[in-house]
């Protein structure tokens, strides 16, 4: 099974400001790996597929790079709905594991 | 509009089963991979199953193996989980989500959730 490991588990911003999150997985997903935005009550909502394609309706402020085991998620200019709870997915192998997410919260 | 409806989730003792169904709509169902997922409270996502368009591949996190059964009817746009031998830990709330075409995953959709609850 592959693991990923999602760093920092807590991040505090403020609106404006830069977020990077992190991604690592316990071996190569080659570029099959996506994010997700979760608000409190919700359901996960797709941000990024395969690394760096932005779902529909995705505002490009988010963004995503990486490759093999080591992606990040970048949001340029944080907005106040950006503040949720962010989870990276891989889909190279079975099962299809998660992060344990990175809680955004505004500082 | 895309959308996805749970439904099914309860409270049940352990040992107990439960049937979760899913319900649909805005999409040509026959065409997607669907998936299911879990989230128990105050914790993060957990992929639990997911199935072909047509049903002939099947996939399950270890830890359902043998007890959990996914299977869709696609001339009634729905998806179900059969769960028996239920156990405390897969106390969660259930999401349906649809693969993000032509992928098993990521999900681009995903329903509200249902809750299933397993106590004594």
């Known amino acids: 099974e592959i693991v990923l490991t999602q760093s920092p588990a807590t991040l505090s911003l403020s609106p404006g400001e830069r977020a990077t999150l992190s991604c690592r997985a316990s071996q190569s997903v080659s570029n099959y790996l996506a994010w997700y935005q979760q608000k409190p009550g919700q359901a996960p909502r797709l941000l990024i597929y395969?690394?760096?394609n932005r779902a529909t309706d995705i505002p490009d402020r988010f963004s995503g790079r990486g490759s093999g085991a080591d992606f990040t998620l970048t949001i340029s200019s944080l907005e106040p709905e950006d503040f949720a709870v962010y989870y990276c997915q891989q889909r190279s192998n079975w099962p299809h594991t998660f992060g344990q997410g990175t809680k955004l919260e505004i500082k | 509009e895309v959308h996805l409806v749970e439904s099914g989730g309860d409270f049940v003792q352990p040992g107990g089963s439960l049937r979760l169904s899913c319900a649909a709509s805005?999409?040509?169902?026959?065409?997607?991979?669907m998936n299911w997922v879990r989230q128990a409270p105050g914790k993060g996502l957990e992929w639990v199953a997911t199935i072909k368009e047509d049903g002939s591949k099947i996939y399950y996190v270890d830890s359902v193996k043998g007890r959990f059964t996914i299977s869709r009817d696609n001339a009634k746009n729905s998806l179900s989980l059969q769960m028996n031998s239920l156990r405390t830990d897969d106390t969660a709330t259930y999401f349906c989500a649809r693969g993000l075409l032509p992928y098993t995953s990521p999900n681009d959709c995903w329903g509200q959730g249902t809750l299933v609850t397993v106590s004594s």
């Open positions: 805005g999409f040509t169902f026959s065409n997607y991979w």
């Open positions: 395969d690394v760096s």
